[in-house]
């Protein structure tokens, strides 16, 4: 494996070590990966299979912007991947990634799912959509996230953190619709909504609709996928339904999971060969199959779950502008004290 990338992996992160268990291979790509290891290793197995390229993956789950910063241009990782537009443009912002224009990314990649500038690439994407008790709330009476801060929820919708990304993000979109006083007015009315203070992750919020605390919450779609595959929890995702809300005027709210090249890209040729693989058609059904999200390539088919949700329309604001009001509506949210 990479000697440098051995010798910079802290605490904070752990390694797998293909090369001690592989021969030795003549070519390798570094990645920092905040993913999760059951859902990227699947990809990469797989891309190691079809080039011979090995891939060393170091699992950075808090950290990574300080990281890459302070290794600059000696650091040994050549492609980050993340979840989230604003931990994507976090690392662009600080100056640690590299613009790759290449014709095969460009073409599997809608634009709208791309930086402009070619510093981030979408690989999935996700809509925070909202879950409804079955026995409760007919999908009908969900239609707007602007409907959510009617009184007609008061002690009946459970969230995240006001201050989570995947929140901050939505925030931001309702900003980016409606501006900053009708956005204030928004986040003041959903937590008057709230049925217990912010707390836990978005499958939490569902456990609490199944146990009868709330009768609606906010999530991410592809939770529903990993919630009917756990023993545990998958009860909690047969007591809702998803329900795909828009902004007014707009559509549903979407998010992307996505990855860049680093400024210091030491294997930058292989670098590159991964990032056109996991926008391939064979990666883009692996991401679909295994964690229920929405491929990016047109034309590959969604998972037969993700499927059975049917239709929706995506919102038409640009992940960049979502991107860029993220500031704006974290600050909002403290305002209001959302998680107060
Ligand atoms: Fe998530």
Redesign the pocket.
């Known amino acids: 494996m990479n000697l440098r990338l051995a010798l910079l992996t802290g605490t904070c992160l752990s390694l797998t070590i293909p090369a001690l268990a592989a021969p030795a291979l003549a070519e390798e790509v570094n990645v920092y990966s905040h993913r999760q290891p059951e859902l990227v290793q699947p990809l990469f197995d797989a891309f190691t299979k079809e080039t011979g390229i090995a891939v060393n993956v170091a699992f950075v789950d808090k950290g990574m912007v300080e990281r890459l910063v302070a290794e600059g241009d000696r650091s040994p990782a050549d492609l980050v991947m993340t ?1 989230d537009i604003a931990r994507l443009t976090q690392v662009v912002d600080a100056g640690v990634t590299q613009a790759v224009d290449d014709p095969a990314l460009n073409a599997a990649i809608p634009p709208a799912f791309r930086d402009p500038d070619g510093h981030w690439f979408s690989l999935t994407a996700r809509a925070r959509i909202v879950y409804a008790a079955k026995d409760r709330v007919a999908p009908a009476d969900v239609t707007t996230y602007e409907d959510l801060a009617d009184p007609k929820w008061k002690g009946r919708i459970c969230t995240r953190s006001g201050t989570s990304d ?1 929140n901050v993000a939505l925030t931001a979109a309702y900003l980016a619709h409606h501006g900053e006083e009708a956005t204030k007015t928004w986040l003041e009315g959903l937590k008057a909504n709230l049925a217990r203070k912010p707390e836990g992750g ?1 499958r939490d919020q569902v456990k609490a609709i199944w146990a009868g605390q709330c009768d609606i919450s906010l999530g ?1 779609t ?2 529903m996928g990993k919630m009917l595959s756990d023993p545990e929890q998958k009860a909690w995702a047969e007591s809702v339904n998803i329900v795909f809300p828009v902004f007014e005027g707009g559509g549903t709210h979407m998010n992307i999971s996505g990855v860049a090249m680093t400024k210091a890209a030491p294997n930058h040729d292989a670098a590159l060969k991964l990032m056109e693989f996991l926008a391939s058609d064979e990666a883009q059904e692996i991401y679909a199959q295994t964690n229920h999200e929405f491929p990016i390539k047109p034309g590959v088919a969604r998972s037969e779950l993700v499927a059975s949700w049917g239709d929706f329309t995506p919102d038409t604001l640009t992940l960049k502008e979502v991107a860029d009001l993220r500031p704006a509506a974290l600050k909002l949210v403290e305002e209001v004290n959302f998680d107060g």
């Open positions: 979840v995947y978005d991410n592809y939770y």
